[in-house]
């Protein structure tokens, strides 16, 4: 089936950095995903991107957060500087429409030092 | 806003016996979609189910559920579990005219022999 690769799987850092988390989405799909999830918590929703524009964000998705999809390419989180708190598998969906199945990445695991 | 609860964060199981794991949903729209997905570990979120109409039951890979409009309902069963069946389940709405995918909870399932 479709796939949306996330690279890299497990990226280590200290805390301040700046961290670019990149997606690439099945190559069809117009909408794209941001989800973090905590270790034994539920899966989160941070924001959703269409048409080069952020459509909906959530309380999660502070200022130190963007997002972008230059040109087509990669769909990327960025968040810059990181916080201990930032720690957490974040996961990268894309889906063709509104109302379809949702497709997703095998996550990236941040670990914030 | 929309909402999705998932009353059970955990359910255990012996092989063998039926599940039901529990989902509903408060929205705006009066045609949403709802979908199952399942999370098994180290592997990547993916769909299990998504709703028909309304009353009108979906089934994959032995799981099924029916979307209840009247009870705001989407509650996924099996008749009979299988060891394999342990992984973190998700319920999950959407609407024809939002670009946003609301996550309940999830429901973890252990099914032991």
């Known amino acids: 089936g479709p796939k949306v690769l996330q690279i890299p799987s497990h990226q280590i850092i200290d805390m301040g950095q700046m961290v670019t988390l990149n997606c690439d989405p099945v190559?069809?799909?117009?909408?794209f995903y941001w989800y973090k999830q905590i270790l034994g918590q539920q899966m989160e929703f941070l924001v959703n991107?269409?048409?080069?524009?952020?459509?909906?964000k959530s309380k999660l998705f502070k200022d130190q957060f963007s997002v972008e999809r230059p040109d087509g390419s990669y769909f990327t989180l960025k968040i810059q500087p990181t916080a201990l708190e930032d720690s957490a598998v974040y996961f990268c969906?894309?889906?063709?429409?509104?109302?379809?199945?949702?497709?997703f990445g095998a996550g990236t695991r941040l670990s914030v030092l | 806003g929309d909402s999705v609860t998932q009353t059970e964060g955990l359910v255990t199981l012996t092989e063998g016996l039926p599940v039901m794991l529990n989902c509903t949903y408060q929205t705006i729209y009066s045609n949403p979609f709802l979908f199952w997905y399942v999370h098994y570990l180290n592997e990547s979120p993916r769909l299990l189910l998504k709703?028909?109409?309304?009353?009108k039951r979906t089934e994959h890979q032995g799981f099924h559920a029916t979307l209840h409009k009247s009870s705001s309902s989407f509650h996924l069963q099996k008749s009979s579990a299988q060891l394999s069946d342990s992984a973190l389940y998700y319920c999950a709405l959407s609407g024809p005219n939002t670009d946003k995918v609301v996550f309940g909870t999830g429901t973890r399932l252990q099914v032991s022999p």
């Open positions: 991107f269409y048409n080069g524009k952020v459509m909906e």
């Open positions: 709703s028909s109409t309304d009353n």
């Open positions: 969906a894309s889906r063709t429409d509104r109302g379809n199945t949702l497709y």
């Open positions: 190559s069809n799909h117009l909408y």
